[in-house]
């Protein structure tokens, strides 16, 4: 008898331990296939909100509020961000307000060189009548909420508008998002964000896409249902008297915005998403500052679902509808700890299935991930046709957009696992940034950038390691191919596809 079948005989189903290996193989495989379907079927329900939204855009109002233009103080808070600090104070200080109703507060944690520099700059500022001041604090405890609940004792604004370093708010931001606070059961406004450097790289492509799907799509269909929507950490303004009502920003997750907005939206504090305000920003442009990123706001997401869940489901002002949503929105990083599972068991399952013939009606479950993709497929459509517009030759980039967005997500899926694992295990870890590199075209220098990491992360051996269980994956369908066993294929080419591309680059030590 073949190898390969000596540990699936069929006499061996009597063993119970390989019958409990086997089912249990079968029964995580399928259970993860049905979460990812799950999940697929809510980004449908978001669509169609989504597109009747698209029927009636209202912009934004820009009158200025009855009782006058209100006290607002715009937070930056920053930390070692030598290469981009210039750059946002000459933004910030150019946002068009009353100056005598404007604070602008920078928040500064900073380590390195780039303390003495912010020093000098806002100094500059302030010798030319802009209401800007440094506060620097001498530790980093709770990091970025401890910065912004620090800032807030000194706040002077009525409201408070935060921009992370890597963010260019237009000059008109403050008159387009404060009037939107004329309803006062609104207690945030968040912008949709945009991309300064989106054709920088495929990374940056790929990164783009997904925030793109997610401002448009996501947070447009959950602000229309009145579902908890989340602040996006940056780009927005908020009710200083919401914050403080909601119990201020708490530094014991990753996500400190996802953890104040739910906890403002159970005190009946409402949300206003504008999409047509858009607040363009750097994308992070190497291997290492996308992981950094990824994992916190992964494992943030899990630490949240562990801290919210619970105050969500208990609620009594929230109907079931909100709190089934919740739950979804809550558990959207841990899609890829079920990404990783269903791949992971795909290779014995389809040894399983070559030798277990009868239980191939288990098998056909596998299309139920060909659907999951489809209706992926068609949602994005309709947010790369919202900014890129319609017609074949937008089709087929946006084709060629999702292919690519698909294998690289699916890479990033081991990675991204542990985050979340850690997260729902409680185990802590620091506040890692996000390096700001200030791009400024397609040939913009790296190799001089002192914030660049070129160690090479352990997750890039491990994922080399999968690359080639994928490969062997390929293989075996081949080698099984007197029984059919073709099915897996594409799936399988599309993990060796990312996992090898996301370890090639790893391996080029760019950053």
């Not at 495989?29 to 855009?57: A, D, E, G």
Request: aromatic content about 16%; glycine content about 6%.
């Amino acid at each position: 008898m073949d190898w390969k079948f000596l540990f699936f005989r069929m006499e061996v189903i009597t063993n119970p331990i390989v019958f409990f290996l086997v089912y249990s193989v079968l029964g995580l495989y399928t259970l993860s296939l049905i979460l990812i379907l799950i999940y697929s079927l809510t980004q449908l329900n978001l669509l169609r909100y989504f597109l009747k939204y698209q029927k009636k855009i209202i912009p934004p109002n820009k009158k200025e509020p009855k009782k006058g233009w209100p006290k607002v103080t715009v937070q930056l808070p920053i930390y070692n961000e030598l290469y981009v600090i210039e750059r946002l104070l000459k933004c910030i200080t150019a946002l068009k307000y009353p100056k005598d109703k404007l604070q602008i507060q920078v928040l500064d944690d900073s380590t390195d060189e780039s303390l003495s520099l912010t020093k000098k700059l806002v100094a500059f500022y302030q010798n030319k009548g802009i209401p800007i001041e440094h506060n620097h604090r001498l530790n980093r405890e709770g990091f970025k909420a401890g910065a912004l609940k620090e800032g807030l004792k000194s706040a002077t604004g009525t409201f408070i508008a935060i921009f992370d370093s890597d963010f260019l708010p237009d000059s008109d931001w403050l008159f387009k998002t404060v009037p939107q606070f004329q309803n006062p059961a609104v207690g945030v406004v968040q912008t949709r964000w945009g991309h300064i450097n989106r054709d920088y790289s495929v990374w940056t492509s790929v990164q783009a896409f997904a925030l793109d799907a997610h401002f448009l799509l996501e947070q447009i269909g959950r602000n229309q249902q009145e579902y908890f929507i989340n602040f996006n950490g940056t780009a927005g303004i908020w009710r200083k008297s919401c914050i403080y009502d909601s119990g201020n920003w708490e530094g014991d997750t990753l996500t400190e915005d996802l953890d104040l907005s739910y906890r403002a939206q159970l005190r009946q504090w409402k949300f206003v998403y504008l999409d047509q305000v858009v607040t363009k920003a750097e994308l992070p442009v190497t291997l290492n500052a996308i992981r950094s990123q990824q994992f916190r706001w992964n494992k943030g997401g899990a630490e949240n679902f562990q801290k919210m869940i619970r105050k969500v489901l208990r609620s009594r002002q929230h109907s079931l509808g909100v709190k089934l949503n919740a739950l979804v929105h809550l558990l959207n990083s841990t899609m890829f700890l079920n990404v990783m599972i269903m791949a992971l068991l795909s290779v014995p399952v389809l040894f399983i299935k070559a030798q277990f013939q009868h239980l191939s009606f288990l098998f056909d479950l596998g299309s139920i991930f060909i659907f999951s993709t489809l209706i992926f497929y068609y949602c994005y459509w309709f947010v790369h046709k919202a900014i890129f517009g319609s017609g074949i030759a937008s089709f087929i980039n946006f084709t060629k957009r999702f292919i690519l967005f698909y294998c690289l997500v699916i890479g990033f899926s081991i990675h991204n696992s542990a985050a979340v694992i850690e997260g729902h295990l409680g185990k802590k870890s620091p506040f890692i940034r996000t390096p700001k590199f200030n791009i400024k075209g397609i040939k913009n220098d790296l190799d001089k950038n002192k914030y660049i990491k070129r160690k090479t992360s352990i997750y890039t051996l491990i994922e080399l390691i999968f690359a080639f269980y994928f490969l062997f994956g390929l293989y075996s369908a081949y080698d099984l191919s007197a029984n059919g066993e073709f099915w897996l294929i594409p799936f399988h080419l599309l993990l060796f596809i990312g996992f090898s591309s996301i370890s090639i680059f790893g391996l080029r030590k760019t950053g």
